[in-house]
């Protein structure tokens, strides 16, 4: 069965400094990864997602990810934080070697960044 | 930008009532799910659908769920006899392929049981 960790409930940083968002997964086959964003009283937002190819993924927004096959992680980053990146995270993961395309996601990291 | 929408936004409904939520898929896409958040949990899995068919669903979704796809452009999710537990944001979501697709949420309907 797949699950994915976000160890931190939330990450504190200030505007223009870097930032990382921690997520680890397990999952049996082949992983399929993703980050979204949630603003409040909205929906999730597609920002990135790691299928194969290049271990650094870019998305939107100036984010971007690093797949790290050994740790087994995919921690979220950006070079510089804006106030407006403030929101909560989430990783997903589903089993790329099977069909079902079923989402597992973390627990969410609240993002504030403050200016 | 297409995106996936749902009605209504909040639904206040009494225990033991039914209750459908509706969405709107991207119109390409072929791949619907529904997935729910209880306030300050995770997003947890529900039910995908494919062709016309559940294609996979998680142990929330037992008899008292139910989706369907009625016509063309809508996708509904419906609780037939709702519990208090049953409180939550719901989610729907759309992809365009199986294979690495992203799924798109819409903004949620928040239910309410009392």
């Known amino acids: 069965a797949q699950s994915v960790a976000q160890p931190e409930d939330q990450v504190n940083v200030a505007e223009g400094n870097p930032l990382t968002v921690k997520c680890t997964y397990s999952v049996s086959g082949n992983p399929y990864l993703f980050w979204y964003v949630q603003y409040p009283n909205r929906g999730l937002q597609f920002l990135l997602k790691y299928i194969t190819g290049d271990n650094l993924v870019k998305g939107s927004y100036g984010f971007e990810a690093e797949f790290n096959k050994s740790q087994t992680s995919f921690h979220l980053k950006k070079p510089s934080a804006l106030v407006s990146d403030s929101a909560l995270y989430f990783c997903a993961v589903r089993d790329g070697d099977t069909g079902f395309q079923k989402l597992v996601f973390g627990t969410g990291t609240r993002l504030l960044v403050s200016p | 930008e297409p995106e996936v929408t749902q009605t209504p936004s909040h639904q206040v409904t009494q225990m033991g009532q039914e209750v459908i939520l509706r969405c709107v898929p991207i119109s390409n896409h072929l791949y619907f799910y529904w997935y729910r958040q209880i306030l300050g949990q995770k997003v947890e899995f529900l039910v995908s659908f494919y062709n ?31 519990k208090l537990e049953d409180s939550a944001m719901y989610f729907c979501a759309s992809s365009e392929t199986n294979s690495g697709g992203v799924q798109y949420f819409g903004p949620g309907t928040r239910l309410l049981v009392l």
């Not at chain 2, 669903?57 to 809508?74: A, L, T, W, Y």
Request: net charge negative.
């Open chain 2, 52 to 82: 016309n068919e559940i294609s996979e669903k998680s142990e929330i979704f037992d008899d008292q769920f139910s989706v369907e796809r009625p016509d063309g452009s809508n996708f509904t999710l419906k609780i037939r006899s709702t």
